[in-house]
Structures are given as structure tokens and as C-alpha cells.
């Protein structure tokens, strides 16, 4: 359940992008990131990176369209929020500190964040997500450079590298304690 949401303000965005204008859905999503950076923070809980970067992330595009180019068509909006989130996912990695981290060391008990490999398969999880962030940002660049393809085709990527991460996320921590004997609940699951 955790997971589903995680990704709701990515859900809002892409429902109202369907139907409203590019700066409402935008900051739409910004603010549905601060609220859950408001709960997690009401409850004693730390500041996710995610949430965090993607509430800027959000803003920034928003603020971009505001304030510089209203113009700024679909695909420039949504290339640019792929490859904002990229960014997170990618910097976290890089600052040793992938995003999943935060969400499996709140979800776990001590000894199991002690164990050996759970910092990897959270490095291993984070990559899921990297690599689906940066699937979504080619493939609404192909579609940038290469207007003749069906706009379907990039709803289809997106589609696919998003829900192959959701099921990695779950499939992955049952893997390794079938592998490993990890508990199953050493990482986040989408359930």
C-alpha cells in the first residue's frame, strides 16, 4: 500500500495533464509531495529524498511554465519531470543513500536492517526505479524528435517501466529470502 502512495502525486500529475493545463497539474503534484513530507514529519518519521526532490522537481517545472515559458509543450513537461526524478534516483545512489532506504529502514525492525545485503538489495531497487525513470525520459524524447510516432507508444514505455518497477519492488525482497534467507520484510513491498 506504501507504494501506491508513493506514487500518487505522479498519478495526479498524469491524470491532470489529461485535463487541465501543464502549471496546475505540476503544482498539483508539488503539493501533494509537501503533504506527504508534512505527514511523514507529524509522525516522527524522516524527510524522504523522493518526496523532497520530487516536490521541487514539481515546483520548478512550475514555476518554469509561470514564470518563463507557458509554451512549454506536453512532452517537454513531462521529459522534464522524468528526467527531474531520474536525477534523484541517480544523486541518491551517488551519495550512497538510495531512496528506497528511507522507506525500508522505517518499515523494518533493527536486526533485519542489519543484515548483510540490505543496503545492496535497497541499491539493487533504487536502480528498478532508476532505470524506469530513465526508459520514460527516452522515450518521451523519441517522441520530441520523432513526431511521427503514436503518442501511445510513450503512454506504453512509461506504462510498462513503471508498473516492472512496482513488481520488481515486490518480487525482489521475496527473491532474496528464498536465495538468502533474508526476511521478507527487509525491504518495502507494494503491497
Given at each position: ?8 502525486p505522479y498519478?495526479?500529475f ?15 503534484a ?8 508534512a505527514?511523514?514529519v ?9 518526496a ?5 522537481v514539481f ?22 519531470v ?17 531512496f528506497?532506504?528511507?522507506?525500508a529502514?522505517?518499515s ?41 510516432l ?12 513503471r ?11 521475496e527473491?532474496?529470502q ?14
Amino acid at each position: 500500500m506504501a507504494i501506491f502512495l508513493i506514487l500518487a502525486p505522479y498519478a495526479v500529475f498524469a491524470l491532470l495533464m489529461l485535463v487541465t493545463s501543464a502549471t496546475i497539474s505540476v503544482f498539483a503534484a508539488s503539493a501533494i509531495c509537501l503533504a506527504t513530507v508534512a505527514i511523514d514529519v507529524a509522525r516522527g518519521r524522516s524527510v524522504k529524498i523522493l518526496a523532497a526532490g520530487s516536490a521541487t522537481v514539481f515546483a520548478a517545472i512550475g514555476l518554469y511554465l509561470a514564470l518563463v515559458d507557458p509554451g512549454l509543450g506536453t512532452l517537454g513537461v513531462k521529459l522534464s519531470v522524468d528526467i527531474g526524478i531520474f536525477v534523484i534516483s541517480l544523486g541518491s545512489m551517488l551519495a550512497r543513500r538510495p531512496f528506497t532506504l528511507q522507506y525500508a529502514l522505517e518499515s523494518v525492525p533493527a536486526e533485519t536492517a542489519a543484515i548483510p545485503g540490505f543496503l545492496y538489495a535497497n541499491y539493487v531497487i533504487t536502480g528498478a526505479w532508476t532505470a524506469a525513470a530513465l526508459l520514460m525520459a527516452g522515450a518521451n524524447l523519441v517522441l520530441l524528435y520523432v513526431p511521427g510516432l503514436p503518442l501511445w507508444s510513450s503512454v506504453a514505455v512509461a506504462f510498462a517501466a513503471r508498473n516492472s518497477a512496482i513488481y520488481f519492488t515486490k518480487w525482489y525482497p521475496e527473491y532474496r529470502q528464498i536465495k538468502y534467507g533474508t526476511p521478507a520484510r527487509a525491504l518495502p513491498s507494494a503491497r
